[in-house]
């Protein structure tokens, strides 16, 4: 079943609904979720609206790390993902998403890029 974005579609205040002025267009549709997992690269590209494309990573193995006190960014590898504020079962699972902690060669780090949107991983050093 297609996932869709579009707005107005609901009930009104008194419990009556809404009848739709037309229906369902190809570029409403929205795409499921990309659960990015920490293993071996995995790149997927995709086609989206304006003939652009966007690169999602499937999974991941190495992200830019910066370093705040040294103002650096260095390439390492990702252990396993500590914390995760938006599902608690992605850390059992090792999904990746904006926000989480994970735990690398050089400490611990939050994820501040999307990965399942850019295609790459960055974080800052905690």
Do not use: W
């Not at 974005?5 to 419990?15: D, F, P």
């Not at 267009?25 to 997992?37: A, F, W």
């Not at 086609?47 to 103002?71: F, M, Q, W």
């Amino acid at each position: 079943m297609a996932i869709v974005q579009k707005s107005g579609v609901g009930r009104k205040e008194s419990g009556g609904r809404y009848k739709s002025a037309r229906g369902k267009r190809i570029y409403e549709i929205g795409s499921h979720p990309t659960l990015t997992h920490v293993g071996k690269d995995n790149l997927k590209k995709v086609t989206v609206l304006g003939g652009k494309c966007k690169i999602r990573a499937l999974s991941i193995e190495h992200i830019n790390l910066y370093d705040p006190k040294t103002k650096t960014f260095v390439k390492t590898k990702i252990k396993i993902v500590s914390e995760t504020p938006c599902n608690r079962h992605y850390v059992r699972r090792n999904i990746l998403t904006k926000g989480a902690i994970i735990d690398t060669d050089k400490g611990r780090a939050k994820v501040t890029s999307r990965p399942g949107q850019n295609g790459s991983v960055n974080a800052v050093l905690i």
